[in-house]
């Protein structure tokens, strides 16, 4: 039950309470009612908040796998950024085009490079990248 269920119950049980003129054993029956009412919703509310623990605990766990040798989160943007960094710095790669997309730790390259020898190199870059599970090469030569 949701927090607008349960306040639509209250409600109807405090116009019960309050707003007749019923007998004191009404009124106890009511109030007993709402109490159970009140009781099971407590009691479904940690239910869904275990769960929502438990959930994010899971999550905490996954995340903490992933980090990098520095404590960088591992993600699909940080080895993308990885991988342009190590171009960068390759003879064999200067005169080249290369775009690096990454989905779900698999790194897709597309462009043009100068040689099968650099197409080579950018693949070997992108496979020895922490956190790369594949590599996708589509360079071509120019």
Aim: overall charge negative; charged content about 20%.
């Amino acid at each position: 039950m949701n927090i607008s269920t349960w306040l639509m119950l209250a409600t109807f049980g405090g116009a019960v309470i309050a707003g007749s003129a019923c007998t004191q054993k009404v009124a106890d029956e009511a109030t007993a009612g709402i109490a159970t009412t009140v009781d099971e919703l407590s009691a479904e509310g940690s239910r869904a908040l275990d769960a929502t623990t438990a959930g994010a605990a899971a999550v905490i766990d996954d995340t903490e796998k992933a980090v990098s040798a520095t404590g960088e989160a591992i993600t699909d943007g940080w080895i993308t950024t990885k991988v342009h960094a190590t171009f960068v710095g390759e003879t064999l790669l200067k005169e080249s085009d290369i775009d690096v997309d990454t989905d779900n730790h698999v790194v897709t390259l597309t462009g043009t490079v100068g040689s099968d020898a650099a197409k080579a190199r950018a693949a070997t870059i992108a496979g020895d990248t922490e956190g790369v599970t594949r590599v996708v090469n589509q360079l071509v030569v120019m």
